[in-house]
């Protein structure tokens, strides 16, 4: 059975960073492609980053020389840190694969970045 368990969202000041955990079981992170996306209140749900198997990453024009992400595979865990947060980050970021053909979701953290 697939889970994806999302930690680490908060509030945090516009400038300072946030690290994100997603906690993989069922899956291998170190062979799935795994991404982040985030939701803001009205708005729809948007890809933020993605880790392929091979190591490859792609990020959202929004967050490129801000955000990374990365996979500790002893841990079975994929992070996004986050620099130089702005309040337009603000939504709830959800960790996401489609190991094996599926499409599996956590339930999502949320962060909120003041002004």
């Known amino acids: 059975q697939v889970r994806l368990v999302e930690s680490g969202g908060g509030l945090v000041q516009a400038g300072g960073p946030l690290r994100l955990s997603c906690r993989a079981s069922g899956i291998n992170v170190k062979i799935a492609a795994m991404a982040w996306y985030r939701q803001a209140p009205g708005n729809q749900r948007e890809l933020v980053a993605r880790?392929?198997?091979?190591?490859?990453?792609n990020y959202a024009d929004s967050v490129k020389d801000r955000f990374t992400i990365s996979r500790d595979n002893a841990y079975n865990t994929v992070y996004l840190q986050m620099n130089n947060l702005e309040p337009e980050d603000t939504a709830v970021y959800y960790c996401n694969t489609d190991w094996k053909g599926g499409d599996f979701w956590g339930q999502g953290t949320q962060v909120t970045v003041s002004s």
């Open positions: 880790i392929f198997k091979d190591g490859d990453t």
